[in-house]
């Protein structure tokens, strides 16, 4: 078989499309923070809506259900599609998980996306969360930056995925992989200059 095939049509690939971004699109580091009296949680740190600045708020519970919420909709997007086929939940996956960066609620301006990513791993290819999930521990233990952990974590995935034979679903995640990475490009610029907080850190 193929490995790059693509067997959605075209009306289908814009129906799960639509599906994924409207799930994707859903802040709920903004509902949470504002459900719980904390105000917009856009206008401190970053003005991320992901868990990251929730966390700046000092509500680490609210943070973490950011972070499993932000997650679940990417997974449930890739999931409920690909019970059609794993086309259709490789462009919903792919929907969310750009839903979650660009939100049309908040005039495009969402998260940086990891959380969301990971989902969307979970939904197609749920094995490799453990791979994910073991080299970010990894990099986390041995260098405390947790955006570095993301981003090698992130650049790994996509080779691991295609190595076991997960083409499309390789592609997709580097395509993901190359969006994520220009998120965090402020990040790479602290990590560059020495000025990125370690995990633990203020900042």
Excluded at 71 to 76: D, E, I, P, R, V
Excluded at 145 to 162: D, E, H, R
Excluded at 165 to 185: D, E, Q, S
Aim: with cysteine; proline share 2%; hydrophobic share 55%.
């Amino acid at each position: 078989m193929d490995m790059f095939s693509w067997q959605l049509g075209l009306p289908a690939t814009l129906l799960c499309l639509v599906f994924g971004y409207l799930l994707g699109s859903i802040p709920f580091g903004l509902i949470l923070t504002r459900m719980a009296g904390l105000g917009d949680v856009r206008k401190i740190g970053s003005g991320n809506i992901g868990a990251t600045n929730v966390l700046r708020t000092g509500n680490k519970k609210l943070a973490a259900a950011t972070l499993l919420l932000d997650a679940l909709k990417g997974t449930a997007a890739a999931a409920i599609a690909s019970q059609w086929s794993i086309d259709a939940g490789i462009a919903a996956g792919l929907a969310a998980f750009l839903g979650h960066l660009y939100p049309v609620w908040l005039f495009f301006k969402g998260g940086k996306g990891v959380a969301t990513y990971i989902g969307v791993l979970l939904g197609l290819a749920p094995v490799m969360v453990l791979v994910f999930g073991a080299i970010w521990l990894a990099m986390a233990r041995i260098t405390r930056y947790s955006s570095l952990s993301a981003l090698v974590a992130t650049a790994i995935t996509p080779i691991a995925l295609y190595a076991t034979g997960h083409g499309n679903v390789a592609v997709l995640f580097a395509v993901m992989t190359l969006i994520t990475w220009i998120k965090h490009r402020a990040n790479i610029q602290r990590l560059l200059s020495g000025t990125e907080s370690r995990i633990g850190e203020n900042g």
